[in-house]
């Protein structure tokens, strides 16, 4: 079935790091893929969404190319800061399906 | 913006009890999903709702049974709590043609 996976976390980075968050996903036809994200205590936000091949999401500063020739959505930012302290999860999915498939989360710490 | 309201942020059950966990929204979205959320395993689909007491069950429904009298709440039972059902509780809803999925607050639910 359709699945993702993403990189293991916790991910701890200094401030003004860069972030690369690795998501690969297995699907029998062409998903749409988003980065989704928590903040502690709180239900997930969308971040950031792609639709098609090629397409490049980004929001707040953070980015995200769908690669169909490496089915992969990596999540990258050039600078963390401590409020993106949070976990990140990717998902997909599958035109006229109602399930939307997520990765198991990565939580990302950054330090001052 | 899209509101979705869950009727609890934290709740303490016994084994045994039965436990209702509301999700209400207010944007007249068709889809409404109940999740858990646990670490390492991502979120898994419990149930889902595409219309006015209509459902479909997810990956995990054993234990859970849910509720779609009307349009803007949907309700997540556990008939007989057991331990194994403590967990994080999440709500989300999607318009139908629409890939965005806005998700409530939670409920961490523990089972003693």
């Known amino acids: 079935g359709d699945s993702v996976t993403q990189m293991e976390g916790p991910v701890t980075l200094s401030e003004e790091a860069f972030l690369t968050i690795n998501c690969t996903y297995t699907?029998?036809?062409?998903?749409?893929l988003f980065w989704y994200v928590q903040y502690p205590g709180e239900g997930l936000q969308l971040l950031l969404k792609?639709?098609?091949?090629?397409d490049k999401g980004s929001n707040k500063g953070f980015e995200a190319t769908y690669r169909k020739e490496t089915t992969s959505f990596h999540l990258e930012k050039g600078s963390v800061q401590v409020s993106d302290s949070a976990v990140y999860f990717c998902?997909?999915?599958?035109?006229?399906?109602?399930?939307?498939?997520f990765g198991a989360g990565t939580r990302l710490t950054v330090k001052p | 913006d899209v509101k979705v309201t869950q009727s609890s942020r934290y709740l303490v059950k016994r084994t045994g009890e039965k436990v209702f966990l509301e999700c209400v929204q207010d944007?007249?979205?068709?889809?409404m999903f109940w999740y858990r959320q646990d670490p390492g395993l991502g979120l898994r689909l419990i149930y889902f709702?595409?219309?006015?007491?209509?459902?479909e069950k997810g990956d995990i429904p054993e234990g859970y049974s849910v509720s779609r009298e009307k349009k803007e709440r949907f309700s997540l039972i556990l008939e007989s709590a057991s331990t194994n059902q403590t967990s994080m509780y999440l709500c989300?809803?999607?318009?139908?043609?629409?890939?965005?999925?806005?998700f409530g607050p939670g409920t961490r639910l523990t089972v003693t």
């Open positions: 709702s595409y219309d006015v007491k209509m459902k």
């Open positions: 998902a997909l999915l599958m035109y006229n399906n109602n399930d939307m498939r």
């Open positions: 792609a639709t098609k091949a090629d």
């Open positions: 989300a809803t999607r318009a139908n043609l629409n890939y965005e999925q806005y």
């Open positions: 699907a029998t036809g062409y998903p749409s």
């Open positions: 944007m007249d979205h068709e889809n």
